[in-house]
């Protein structure tokens, strides 16, 4: 096993598609988005003070820069998130095409690029796309996804890992020293009954941990997509972890309230809370974004 604890509701704040927590060792919070209800949310452990920001329509995640902003996903492209005005700034028009898509999961591999998907926001259309942002802009990588998610990558940074929720299957990609990939093969398929997965983050052993959407667990796959260990919870939507604390051994995991029915959520009073359990594998430091 390679849980020590139980999830426990650190924040009940009752998120409608609560998603993308990130771990800022600047500042020692964990920050996570409301996708639905456009908000930024940030929890710190060591007081439990939290804070709420308005955010744009959809928020979908974050990542650090070097300036103590945020790069920010949005349904309108990827924007600098300033936490101490409150302002967003639009860096990145990725799809004004497609005007029914939204941005999802991102995160950066070990040399500081920005990898991130696109979705259809009413969750059927194939229209999502795989991308990693250069100095020129965002260069798609794959592409006829309906929902992106869980762009993560190995320890080394030359496997990435990414998730086609719809059709239940995680893959694996060999990365390049110049970001180009190859070699998409399958890497690990939910059996039917199990849930969807959503997102997805690697630990320091360069195991797979991917959060289970209608499962009630987060699932831990060795580099070899063995199952090693599975962590319940007492609410079915779980969409993404991050490592937290000095050491990473604190996984926060947010989860959702989306489409879940009155009786549902009657039965799962947690249903799109903040979460947390302690790991006994550690996960990665936390980069910036390599402008």
């Known amino acids: 096993m390679t849980s020590s604890s139980d999830p426990q509701c650190v924040w009940p704040v009752e998120a409608d598609l609560g998603e993308g927590p990130l771990w800022s060792p600047a500042d020692e919070a964990v920050w996570f988005v409301d996708i639905k209800k456009n908000r930024i949310h940030r929890f710190e452990p060591s007081s439990r003070r939290k804070r709420t920001y308005e955010a744009p329509p959809r928020p979908s995640f974050l990542v650090p820069d070097r300036n103590g902003d945020f790069i920010v996903g949005l349904q309108s492209g990827l924007h600098r998130f300033n936490p101490r005005s409150g302002d967003f700034t639009l860096l990145f028009d990725v799809e004004p095409e497609r005007p029914n898509n939204r941005l999802n999961d991102g995160a950066l591999d070990p040399k500081g690029r920005l990898w991130f998907g696109s979705m259809d926001d009413g969750e059927s259309e194939k229209s999502g796309s795989l991308f990693r942002l250069d100095q020129s802009g965002p260069v798609a990588v794959d592409t006829e996804i309906a929902i992106t998610n869980g762009p993560s990558f190995s320890p080394d940074g030359r496997i990435l890992y990414h998730t086609d929720t719809v059709e239940k299957t995680i893959y694996a990609f060999d990365v390049a020293d110049d970001g180009s990939l190859s070699g998409k093969r399958v890497f690990v398929t939910i059996e039917d009954g199990a849930g969807h ?95």
Request: hydrophobic content about 40%; glycine content about 10%.
């Open 197 to 291: 997965p959503d997102g997805c983050v690697t630990d320091a052993e360069g195991c797979l941990w991917t959060c289970l959407f209608f499962g009630s667990a987060a699932r831990r796959y060795s580099t070899s997509g063995k199952l090693t260990s599975t962590v319940q919870f007492p609410c079915s939507n779980i969409t993404k972890m991050v490592f937290a604390g000095p050491d990473l051994r604190t996984a926060y995991v947010t989860t959702a309230r989306h489409l879940l029915n009155a009786e549902q959520l009657a039965a799962q009073p947690f249903a799109g809370g903040l979460f947390r359990f302690e790991v006994d594998v550690p996960g990665l430091p936390q980069g910036v974004w390599n402008e």
